[in-house]
């Protein structure tokens, strides 16, 4: 059983994330009668499925994760999830996931302002961790997000695991028109070019078999021949929220990837 946390500032798409690995691949497998993967949401995680077919297939977005009690009120969620190859044997990946409220990641370059969110930072930093997936979505944030990162790595190294603790960095919503491109080279033509700060503080602290760049996208695009996102803004109580364009040309892009190397330590 591989544990992982997945942390990253809010609307970073976190929990999007985690509904659409519960729901998505199963949905794909009955359309195109083959998959690469089989993914069974286990537990709580089921919720997530429903959440997905019931908020984000309706063109409504999920609400952000807010925990007001202890620790033990955070999601945790469990996966299966198969790996089907044709030149190897088959492999399967266990998965205990917690998803973070997105302000415990803001507040690493500022301080903590509750006891609580300093737990939750604490607790991804334990020796029963292997790996933290790190959703990053806006590109004109490199400042911002090398400073927390900087920060994370301070305490990666207080609690030693600097070098025992896998880092798979996203950007997240990769189907947005001006980062689609760099999708197949995440780390040379999208964080050395709109996060080159970013990548510094991690390639010089984290070594190089801990550490993977990565992109993925929940939402996907229209179409191999409608690279169109299959996204949109539409107004909320705190800006614009992201939802799904199209729900029957549903199709995210390398969501598992990331999971894949954070529990087992290669490519997949």
């Given at each position: 059983m591989g544990n992982i946390c997945v942390i990253g500032p809010r609307d970073s798409g976190k929990t999007t994330y985690l509904a659409g690995l519960a729901y998505w691949p199963d949905k794909q497998k009955k359309i195109q009668k083959s998959s690469s993967f089989n993914v069974q949401a286990l537990g709580d995680a089921k919720i997530l499925e429903e959440k997905a077919e019931n908020i984000i297939c309706q063109g409504d977005s999920l609400p952000p994760t807010e925990i007001a009690s202890g620790i033990d009120d955070a999601p945790l969620y469990q996966f299966q999830?198969?790996?089907?190859?044709?030149?190897?044997?088959?492999?399967?990946?266990?998965?205990?996931?917690?998803?973070?409220?997105?302000?415990?990641?803001?507040?690493?370059?500022?301080?903590?302002?509750?006891?609580?969110?300093?737990?939750?930072?604490?607790?991804?930093?334990?020796?029963?961790?292997?790996?933290?997936?790190?959703?990053?979505?806006?590109?004109?944030?490199?400042?911002?997000?090398s400073k927390m990162l900087k920060k994370y790595i301070e305490l990666m190294d207080k609690k030693s695991r600097l070098n025992k603790l896998r880092l798979a960095v996203v950007m997240s919503k990769c189907e947005r028109g001006e980062i689609w491109s760099?999708?197949?080279?995440?780390?040379?033509?999208?964080?050395?070019?709109?996060?080159?700060?970013?990548?510094?503080?991690?390639?010089?602290?984290?070594?190089?078999?801990?550490?993977?760049?990565?992109?993925?996208?929940?939402?996907?695009?229209?179409?191999?021949?409608?690279?169109?996102?299959?996204?949109?803004?539409?107004?909320?109580?705190?800006?614009?929220?992201?939802?799904?364009?199209?729900?029957?040309?549903?199709?995210?892009?390398?969501?598992?990837?990331?999971?894949?190397?954070?529990?087992?330590?290669?490519?997949?």
């Open positions: 999830i198969k790996v089907n190859t044709l030149l190897k044997k088959n492999e399967e990946i266990n998965l205990v996931v917690r998803d973070y409220p997105g302000e415990i990641f803001e507040e690493l370059e500022t301080g903590f302002s509750s006891s609580l969110n300093e737990e939750f930072i604490n607790e991804s930093l334990i020796d029963d961790v292997e790996g933290c997936l790190i959703l990053l979505s806006d590109w004109t944030k490199d400042s911002e997000y760099g999708r197949l080279e995440p780390e040379m033509d999208i964080f050395d070019v709109h996060l080159p700060k970013t990548k510094q503080i991690l390639r010089a602290n984290i070594q190089a078999k801990n550490l993977q760049f990565y992109a993925l996208s929940t939402f996907g695009v229209l179409g191999r021949n409608d690279p169109r996102p299959n996204r949109k803004d539409v107004p909320g109580k705190n800006g614009s929220n992201a939802v799904l364009r199209e729900s029957t040309r549903w199709k995210p892009y390398n969501m598992i990837a990331p999971l894949y190397w954070l529990s087992k330590g290669r490519r997949i």
